[in-house]
């Protein structure tokens, strides 16, 4: 059996080729195998250039392969754009009117097969045949999508299936990549890309009200949302615009619901006032922020890490705040529920840094552990409350009893000015300054509850890649190439890149040997904010900012070309 297999579909948005992956995806978690599914589209609606790339085998797989082992080219642009990365034994899927005459190459009389609105059910039959996949894997797949309300489209769908697969036994070359024996089936797994645990994670935090503006790759999140909100009990809200939907989150927030909303880095621009309304008005909110390259509009539809400088200084003031950067299709899942305990608890905005690549990124998990599950509970406890009541009490830790209006004879008042222990506006410079050292109080809350970054390899290996956010996948096959070649690797990850605890990680970095900084912008903003924090330097850094994912491939070869200079 062929243990790694990429696959790619490439064509034009409108063609179909989500549909086919997708299908062929979901056949492949249900038959027990492991995939890692990428996509690449441009920002439009019908045209361009689109792929939907699927690693699948014995894996597990963490992230994408730039060579391709069968290429389904559903336009003659495909052909002409990822012929060269072909491998040796590739085969090449393409229609009979612009397939080229090269070896592996497999000319498909799709005209011949049915209507063109199904050519993409041919295709995704051929790839069963390839792939040596149950036709019933296939058929379940299909019907699920069309469910048993279409018998006439179900029936189409399985007549050209199976035209399609009886032109393959007679036309498919011998090739080495059928997937027999070796893996058991696991029929329990969830296939999600990171957007969807995301959400799924904040539902089962308990999350009651979402606002948004549509923005890429952030609106998925909130598609999810919508797919359970009747259900979960939760309000989602289509704002006019990023102002009023961040300021909707903290009316929602105020009056005691578990809110969030989700942007893009132009959305986020314009929630900036709205982010130091909920910090002064020590109001729980969690913002997710999808990152994409810009400035400006930037690449819609691209990936980057970019963002993180922003989200930490974003908002006029000096307040508190916790910034997560889940490296996992699981972490995507358990780091919302986390923020949104985290926002809760120290009454302060949270942030969820997230990006393209791992937005659409698919995976085979494991269920969740739903008894591990924390909900936020909301509000205090009215019986400690003081009379009258004082919302913004100084305390020690920093953290003020939090009542809900309407809930209890208490007045609650909260005001945007600075104010005084009850709420209300004050100009007064000592109580200026008792505030301000109030509210920072609360980062301690936050770096006692920090969580440590991951160290994967030997403390003290002779190379150290840091890495943040989405990274983690690359940078680990990456480590696990290298280690194959002899090296002594270790890589160490930061799903939590504010606040920084020194006493977590500077040690690790004091014992390795070179060290590498890998991350998806061209400044080294995490390494450079490594340095503020500890005074420790990591000149070394393998960057990436064409809007492309970082791969193994990439890591590698750029570090080589490092110590060559070197």
């Known amino acids: 059996m062929s243990l790694d297999i990429h696959l790619l579909i490439g064509g034009e948005a409108g063609q179909g080729l989500v549909t086919i992956g997708q299908l062929l995806s979901k056949a492949l978690v249900r038959a027990g195998y492991e995939v890692f599914v990428s996509q690449s589209y441009h920002s439009r609606i019908r045209g361009g250039h689109n792929t939907f790339a699927i690693r699948l085998g014995a894996g597990p797989f963490f992230a994408p392969r730039v060579s391709i082992d069968i290429l389904v080219a559903l336009n003659a642009e495909t052909v002409a754009l990822h012929r060269g990365q072909l491998t040796g ?43 040596d996949l149950p036709s019933e894997a296939l058929h379940q797949a299909v019907e699920a999508m069309l469910g048993k309300k279409h018998p006439e489209a179900l029936a189409e769908n399985r007549e050209i299936m199976e035209k399609s697969r009886e032109w393959a036994a007679a036309h498919v070359p011998e090739h080495g990549f059928a997937l027999t024996g070796g893996v058991s089936a696991a029929a329990d797994r969830l296939l999600l890309n990171g957007n969807e645990a995301i959400a799924l994670g904040a539902l089962a935090g308990g999350l009651k009200f979402c606002a948004f503006y549509p923005m890429t790759p952030a609106t998925s999140i909130v598609l999810e949302l919508i797919t359970h909100a009747e259900v979960m009990g939760c309000v989602i809200e289509q704002a006019e615009d990023e102002i009023a939907a961040i300021n909707m989150a903290i009316g929602a927030a105020f009056a005691g619901a578990v809110s969030m909303v989700a ?44 963002d993180l400088e922003f989200v930490l200084h974003a908002g006029h003031g000096e307040f508190p705040r916790a910034i997560f950067a ?3 299709i699981e972490a995507c899942f358990a780091l919302t529920q986390k923020a949104l305990v985290m926002a809760e608890r120290a009454q302060s905005p949270v942030f969820l840094l997230t990006d393209q690549f791992l937005a659409d990124s698919s995976r085979p998990v494991a269920p969740f552990d739903l008894a591990a599950i924390v909900p936020v509970a909301t509000g205090g406890e009215t ?16 953290l003020s009893p939090r009542l809900l209006p309407g809930f209890s004879p208490q007045l609650v008042v909260a005001d945007s000015d600075e104010h005084d222990e009850e709420g209300h506006i004050s100009e007064d410079h000592g109580v200026r300054i008792a505030m301000v050292e109030k509210r920072l109080r609360k980062c301690e809350l936050l770096k006692q509850e920090a969580i440590a970054p991951e160290l994967s390899g ?7 890649f840091v890495c943040w956010g989405s990274s983690l996948g690359p940078v680990q096959e990456a480590a696990d190439v290298l280690r194959g070649q002899g090296r002594n690797v270790a890589s ?75």
């Open 458 to 464: 030997e403390k003290g290996a002779d190379l150290l």
């Open 326 to 328: 889940p490296g996992s």
């Open 89 to 131: 034994r590739a085969l090449l899927i393409a229609d009979a009117s612009f397939a080229p005459d090269l070896p592996g190459v497999i000319a498909v009389p799709f005209a011949e097969l049915g209507p063109e609105q199904l050519w993409n059910t041919a295709a995704l039959a051929l790839l069963g045949n390839i792939l």
């Open 383 to 398: 019986a400690l409350a003081s009379t009258p009541y004082q919302r913004y009490r100084l305390t020690e830790n920093g």
């Open 263 to 306: 942007t893009s880095g132009g959305g986020f621009a314009l929630m900036a006032e709205g982010v130091s309304l909920a910090a002064m008005t020590e109001t729980p909110v969690l913002i997710a922020v999808a990152q994409r390259p810009g400035p400006a509009t930037g690449m819609p539809t691209r990936t980057e890490q970019a």
């Open 492 to 566: 160490l990850h930061f799903s939590q890149v504010w606040p920084l605890v020194p006493d977590q990680f500077l040690d690790i970095l004091q014992g390795a040997g070179k060290i590498v900084c890998v991350e998806g912008n061209a400044t080294g903003q995490f390494a450079r904010l490594i340095q503020r924090e500890t005074g420790f330097a990591i000149p070394e850094r393998i960057a990436r900012y064409d809007g492309l994912p970082f791969t193994a491939r990439y890591i590698v070869e750029r570090l080589a070309a490092m110590e060559e200079r070197a």
